[in-house]
């Protein structure tokens, strides 16, 4: 019997990370980064939401789109705080 579906080719395991971060990368550019990275989330999101307002599914995707939204605040405080000199360690 012959086969339908030919095998898949072989995979290399990559080695090299795809993503690195810079050890001198300043921690203020990290935070905007990862803050604009996050509004990115937000609005594909939002914009994809509203072109499918009804389907199912449509919870997972506002619960994806609120945590972007809340983690990008958390950021922007955590950029103001360290901008004005007010960013102090975690209190015990």
Do not use: W
Not at 12 to 35: K, V
């Amino acid at each position: 019997m012959k086969k339908i579906v030919p095998d898949p080719p072989p995979h290399q395991i990559i080695t090299t990370p795809y993503f690195r971060i810079h050890s001198d990368l300043n921690p203020f550019d990290s935070l905007a980064y990862a803050s604009e990275l996050l509004r990115g989330i937000s609005e594909t999101t939002d914009e994809y939401c509203r072109g499918r307002a009804l389907e199912p599914g449509q919870g997972i995707l506002v619960n994806v789109l609120h945590s972007a939204e809340c983690a990008r605040a958390l950021v922007e405080h955590a950029l103001t705080q360290l901008e004005s000199g007010n960013g102090q360690g975690a209190k015990a």
